[in-house]
């Protein structure tokens, strides 16, 4: 439940916020030239001022060791050449990018005389919070400034000392090209109440990205007063149809599940259709458990296999319960359908719209697949952890959204920006 | 405060979001043919029994006279022979308009082989909240069946018989063509709990459509849990640049606050610079006070129209709340600015970035204008009044959005689709 900031929280918040909207007028109207500037003194200053950074970064390295932190959360925290040098060609890549602002699309005119028409514009401020790897930071600031927004940071408390001298930097960059400095604001407190505050500030934020644990996400969710670009779940689908081509689906949905376990966009259920057993899923339970994979099957998978003269004991019996799990392990579910409309109820009824895919060569299953599954990513004979920003060509990611409104699935540079409608007239009236 | 519905209103809703979900995968699936045949039949459907919608609407007339509602109210509420010919004429026209499902964007090649593009797909369950005039209920309907998705309605009360009706004829038309009645479901009680119960069924509805007064959709966006294309306050305005033309100035200015007082898209405040004084302010000032427009002007217009020589006693002295203030009257707040930068800072101060239009020739200045000015539409030499479905050639409209997000100023067909990504592979996999 959420209950009010303490007031001297909320003034702080109010007045980041302030100037956070003042400085996004600054960066809609500024060129693509201007951005551009600071993105190219970016990378340069963060190459320049590397000893800078490893020492704020150490003092939240010996706060986490101190706090008792595991090796992989401190190896997460940790900015070395090999970070910085990451950051660094990301800004770069974000500096390449085209810049999708003014755009305008759809120019026609209309009866009246006017011509009407869409232009693309920064929505204007975006707030952003997220865990504990700084190199966010500059990841998302990077993306905000060339989609012409201004931007609150909350980045995770444990990082505070690297973010805080990131966030100096970028400030450096944006005012030695002339833009506010205020562009881009990181909160000055590890308070939790902070967070609280920033996602009701819907007066100044026009949007929140949350990227971090289910958790976080459903909170933030909860409690905004501001929209959400949010992802949540990841129950992602392989169909191998009637019609599919055994080796693209042996291969793909090898791929799908065994790649990378823990991405949201890895297959966690294979559905397979009766007449495939033999040929596709045989070979792949071999595949699977030689790769240490737990396969929870349905009775009718665990019965196919037992008659193809299979040892199931090692299988375990899928609960209703398995069919709406994101594992983000080595677990995979399997399930016998009869026909592509079992296959699409199954996906229908218990995935989370994410991604999916089928295998077949069967053009009229294909269409209707991709048509009739609800899925922000829908795909036909391609690996389901395509799913991505830079795979789909987007050049960037600030996340994969889980919504269905504004962006849904991988959120490039357009997702953070928005159209407006643009009118050429001459002096016409409306009658 | 958002408070828990009855348990009994809450079981209700909840099954009729089941219905609904369920009805929105036939519609996603239904073919423009069918989905238009819907169409047909309903119009023809409600121009045979337009004796029963007469007598069901003969219900509601006779319950607001007995509760004493005023005549406008009730003319409001009224289905005669020409509200119901408007009806049939919306569906007509509905039936018409291109089918925006299934078009395919953006499709291209990536590196790794895959083909990724966009689809636009229905959004799946849209529920709409508006009060009393029961034509909303058929136009609303019919557009949701176009984009393929399926509705709860909720009407106002005092015309629930006329709405029961009313979809009881959208219900046949669906199933006269093979598609579920389910798919436009109309709440069939007058509870107001029953709304607060909608609003917080996102497990099965979208997004939320209200249309209806200001502080029915504050309510609704406060407590609802489902994103929500809302419309809140037009204070549009007008700037006559110091390169305007005259003639186009005064002609525009004139039709933005006068052709029609009550809608959103009307002028509020008047900007002018100092330039435009005498060439455009007097004259418009003399058209206004002959239309008995009563003016609310800033203390330099007022010295500068008595320095012109016009008695100024009728003119009331504008303050601080005026210039925020959607008067939807004939009222007109004035301001003297000294250059476009002073007339943007004021837009965007005050303003509540729905309309805004700029009177000039100079193309710098329109250019700037619109890119600067954060609103919905942005308008050169342009009547506001322009800001409309119809006028922009979406062919139809639900309602206007003020969101930044998803759905920005007059909303059509399109407005009630999303877009999934759809990849087409041949056996690729991720490295």
């Known amino acids: 439940m959420h209950h009010d900031p303490l007031p001297q929280i909320a003034s702080q918040m109010n007045a980041m916020g302030q100037f956070a909207r003042a400085a996004s007028r600054a960066m809609a109207a500024a060129s693509t030239a201007k951005k551009n500037q600071v993105l190219a003194d970016l990378a340069q ?20 060791e101190a706090a008792g932190s595991d090796a992989a959360f401190i190896d997460r925290l940790k900015l070395n050449d090999k970070v910085i040098d990451g950051m660094i060609a990301g800004v770069k890549q974000i500096h390449d990018l085209a810049d999708p602002i003014g755009e305008i699309s759809g120019l026609q005119q209309q009866p009246s005389g006017i011509r009407v028409g869409r232009m693309r514009v920064p ?46 930097f970028i400030g450096q960059s944006l005012a030695a090209a002339g833009l506010p400095s205020t562009a881009v604001q990181c909160l000055q407190t590890t308070d939790r109440e902070a967070v609280g505050a920033m996602i009701r500030l819907d007066q100044y934020i026009d949007v929140i990205v949350p990227r971090g644990g289910k958790s976080l996400i459903e909170r933030i969710s909860r409690e ?29 949905a090898d791929n799908a599940k065994t790649q990378r376990y823990s991405p949201c966009n890895t297959m966690e259920t294979l559905l397979v259709h009766d007449s495939m057993v033999e ?94 599954v609800d899925s922000a990513s829908v795909m036909i004979n391609a690996s389901t952890r395509f799913a991505d920003g830079f795979e789909f060509g987007l050049g960037a990611e600030i996340g994969i959204s889980t919504n269905k409104l504004h962006a849904r699935g991988p959120v490039g540079l357009e997702g953070l920006t928005t159209q407006k409608f643009v009118v050429f007239g001459n002096g016409e009236t409306r009658s």
Chains 1, 2 share one sequence.
């Open 224 to 252: 905004a007063t501001i929209p959400v670009i949010k992802h949540l779940d990841g129950v992602c689908h392989c169909y191998i149809d009637s019609h599919a081509d055994v080796e693209k689906a042996i291969r793909v």
């Open 279 to 372: 040929k596709a899923l045989m070979p792949l339970v071999k595949i699977y458990l030689e790769k240490k994979v737990e396969l929870r099957v349905c009775p009718r998978t665990r019965s196919a296999l037992e008659q193809l003269g299979l040892a199931t004991s090692s299988l375990v019996d899928a609960t209703e319960e398995d069919w709406r799990t994101e594992y983000l392990a080595p677990i995979l579910s399997i399930r016998l359908v009869k026909d592509l409309d079992e296959a699409i109820d199954h996906i229908e009824t218990h995935g989370s719209h994410h991604t999916d895919t089928i295998l077949t060569e069967h053009h009229g299953h294909a269409m209707r697949f991709i048509r009739e």
């Open 123 to 168: 929505i204007g401020v975006i707030g952003i919070i997220y865990e504990s790897r700084p190199n966010v930071t500059v990841d998302a600031a990077a993306l905000c400034i060339k989609a012409g927004n201004a931007t609150v940071l909350r980045g995770g408390s444990e990082a505070f000392h690297s973010n805080t001298a990131l966030a100096e």
């Open 45 to 64: 200053r963060l190459n320049q001022n590397r000893a800078a950074l490893v020492q704020a970064n150490l003092k939240d390295i010996k706060a986490a």
